[in-house]
């Protein structure tokens, strides 16, 4: 036989199993995916649910974002940090004296799916300043959306997730927040037809 021939019939048998190949691949089913069980909860809310789930960082950096469009133009700048809790820090000007100021947090999700951010530490500078008074300054100081709600009395901050409406009129629920296992999952609902 010609080695021409023995060529010709190598490559397409090669051509052949590598189609054949790409096509068993495509059509195989797919292992591991894990298909969130809808709750009593989810019933409730009217249109498809998407769960989300993403890490400290992504959560960060979509809070960042957020935060930085809610405090333009406040004479308190904010900076926010995720890791085992949520650090909120920030500059006091006080007679041309720049004061920092830090506040933690936990956050714990309610029965709505909305997010309460409980302090648990606080440093104002040197001073021995309360929780209370802190808050209050940062309440009356920085202009958020209708969304956030600081609460000095309680020394904690509730952010209403049902009121934020993203694009195409859908909504954002909180479902899980295990900030030191990085694991946070966000339930997306999306008006029905």
Do not use: C
Not at 70 to 89: C, H, N, V, Y
């Amino acid at each position: 036989m010609n080695k021409w021939k023995v060529a010709f019939f190598a490559l397409a048998g090669t051509v052949l199993f590598a189609i054949l190949l790409v096509v068993f691949l495509a059509t195989r089913p797919v292992d591991g995916v894990h298909v969130a069980k809808s709750s009593a909860g989810e019933s409730e809310s009217k249109g498809n649910v998407l769960v989300v789930q993403t890490t400290t960082k992504e959560l960060e950096s979509i809070s960042k974002k957020y935060l930085k469009d809610a405090a333009k133009g406040s004479p308190l700048p904010l900076d926010f940090t995720i890791g085992d809790d949520i650090q909120l820090r920030s500059t006091l000007t006080v007679f041309y004296t720049e004061i920092p100021i830090s506040m933690n947090f936990d956050p714990i999700v309610d029965d709505k799916g909305n997010i309460i951010l409980k302090q648990t530490g606080m440093n104002v500078g040197l001073l021995n300043i309360p929780p209370e008074t802190t808050m209050k300054i940062m309440r009356d100081s920085v202009e958020f959306p209708s969304w956030i709600t600081v609460n000095p009395n309680k020394a904690e901050i509730y952010i209403d997730l049902s009121r934020i409406n993203i694009a195409s009129g859908s909504r954002v629920r909180a479902k899980e927040l295990d900030l030191p296992k990085d694991k946070i999952l966000l339930e997306i609902i999306v008006p029905g037809e």
